[in-house]
């Protein structure tokens, strides 16, 4: 059974620091892409915001503007685990962060709907 697993949310001020993880299991690790999308909870049925992508080497990596310079998303391939470094948070980053899996494709915003493999989520809140 494929599980990807997010940990790391929190509650943090404007400025922080947050390392997201998500642990996979069940899956060929190094044959999958990966990616981080957001969703905030204020707005519960509105399309998740494409946060960064990385791709199997890990040689390729993605991100949003609002995040470019900030985020850093991360892969070891000799393990199992993909991290996404958040620095300089702002409050607008507050969402649930998801993270995916895709063996064909880098996750993006235009692939998001083909998405199948997804965490439960964790939750992120930065205060000003």
């Known amino acids: 059974q494929v599980q990807l697993v997010e940990s790391g949310g929190g509650l943090v001020q404007a400025g922080d620091s947050l390392m997201l993880s998500c642990a996979t299991s069940?899956?060929?690790?190094?044959?999958?892409?990966f990616g981080w999308f957001r969703q905030s909870r204020q707005s519960p049925g509105k399309e998740r915001d494409f946060?960064?992508?990385?791709?199997?080497?890990?040689?390729?990596?993605y991100y949003s503007d609002s995040v470019k310079g900030r985020f850093t998303i991360s892969r070891d391939n000799a393990g199992t685990t993909v991290h996404l470094q958040m620095n300089s948070l702002k409050p607008e980053d507050t969402a649930i962060y998801y993270c995916?899996?895709?063996?064909?494709?880098?996750?993006?915003?235009?692939?998001?709907?083909?998405?199948?493999?997804w965490g439960q989520g964790t939750p992120v809140t930065v205060s000003s």
């Open positions: 995916t899996a895709d063996a064909n494709t880098v996750p993006s915003p235009t692939w998001l709907k083909y998405l199948k493999i």
């Open positions: 069940g899956l060929d690790f190094r044959n999958h892409a």
């Open positions: 946060v960064a992508a990385i791709s199997w080497s890990g040689s390729d990596t």
